[in-house]
Nanobody
Framework: QVYVEESGGDSVQAGGSLTLSCVGS????????LGWFRQAPGKEREGVAS????????YYAASVKGRFTISQDSAKKTVYLQMSSLQPEDTAMYYC??????????????????????WGPGTQVTVSS
């Protein structure tokens, strides 16, 4: 099976925290790029954070650096997005995505936010002021 599936979205007040989880399959998780993306109503989808599960190297969008942390639990094939100091502008549908490992193998540490092939259905995060 080839999948990623996210969970953990909720409604929180500004200044609060929330952790999202993304479970991958054997194919999508091992030694691969997994990323978190978000899309707010009327806006384009944007990359938030990514991780290379082979060595846990990470990459963040400037808008979330210092507030969000991406991490992994290899035993559970799960990637987390810990979000703190949430603001109303963080309100969006959050998606987990994985690159095709065959592509990752060509440049294993250049995850960033381009070329992601497998997407979860999304989980809603709403931050109220």
């Amino acid at each position: 099976q080839v999948y990623v599936e996210e969970s953990g979205g909720d409604s929180v007040q500004a200044g609060g925290s929330l952790t999202l989880s993304c479970v991958g399959s054997d194919y999508t998780y091992k030694s691969n790029c997994l990323g978190w993306f978000r899309q707010a109503p009327g806006k384009e989808r944007e990359g938030v954070a990514s991780i290379y599960t082979g060595n846990a190297s990470t990459y963040y969008a400037a808008s979330v650096k210092g507030r969000f942390t991406i991490s992994q639990d290899s035993a559970k094939k799960t990637v987390y997005l810990q979000m703190s100091s949430l603001q109303p502008e963080d309100t969006a549908m959050y998606y987990c995505a994985a690159r095709d490992p065959l592509i990752t193998a060509l440049r294993p540490t250049e995850c960033k936010f381009n070329t992601y092939n497998f997407w979860g259905p999304g989980t809603q995060v709403t931050v109220s002021s």
